[in-house]
């Protein structure tokens, strides 16, 4: 079996009077990430992961923000045509390892849901998918509660 793994990052502004989404669950808040999509910062820093992994590019490439389709798109259809997408070179997922980098809200009620829901939008178990939450110690623009960020170690695996 060939293994292969890839990193993805990415941040988004919290506004007033938007959702936040997280890991595919809507979790509550008093603002939400600001985005062409529902901003969920953890599913794009997954979706980057997978994709860099499989040497495909970017989240950007394959679902640009500028393109009418995928404005106010829930991130969980981003990522399950990731997954169809590296499926078409041979891929499946191995395990997915994240950390998000938020202040506020405090994210460790959240992270069992989350699990369950990705693990449904990529057919896999819970357990292949590690999800954790910190923040910055008040330092930066996460820290001033300007923003939340995410990052993700993804390995896939290809049949010989």
């Known amino acids: 079996?060939?293994?292969?793994?890839?990193?993805?990052?990415?941040?988004?502004?919290?506004?007033?009077?938007?959702?936040?989404?997280?890991?595919?669950?809507?979790?509550?808040?008093?603002?939400?990430?600001?985005?062409?999509?529902?901003?969920?910062v953890l599913i794009h820093a997954i979706c980057d992961a997978l994709l860099g992994a499989a040497n495909m590019r970017d989240i950007g490439y394959h679902f640009p923000d500028k393109d009418p389709n995928y404005k106010g798109v829930d991130s969980k259809i981003l990522l399950r045509k990731t997954i169809e997408l590296i499926s078409t070179k041979g891929y499946r997922l191995g395990n997915i390892d994240c950390t998000v980098c938020a202040e506020q809200p405090k994210l460790n009620p959240y992270i069992t849901?989350?699990?369950?829901?990705?693990?449904?939008?990529?057919?896999?178990?819970?357990?292949?998918?590690?999800?954790?939450?910190?923040?910055?110690?008040?330092?930066?623009?996460?820290?001033?509660?300007?923003?939340?960020?995410?990052?993700?170690?993804?390995?896939?695996?290809?049949?010989?």
């Open 1 to 40: 079996m060939k293994t292969r793994i890839g990193f993805g990052y990415d941040v988004h502004r919290l506004v007033d009077d938007r959702a936040l989404w997280l890991g595919g669950i809507e979790i509550p808040h008093t603002q939400g990430l600001l985005g062409h999509s529902d901003a969920d």
């Open 113 to 160: 849901q989350m699990q369950q829901t990705l693990a449904e939008v990529m057919q896999t178990e819970p357990e292949n998918i590690s999800i954790k939450a910190t923040t910055t110690e008040r330092l930066g623009f996460t820290g001033r509660e300007e923003g939340i960020s995410a990052y993700a170690v993804a390995l896939i695996e290809k049949e010989r």
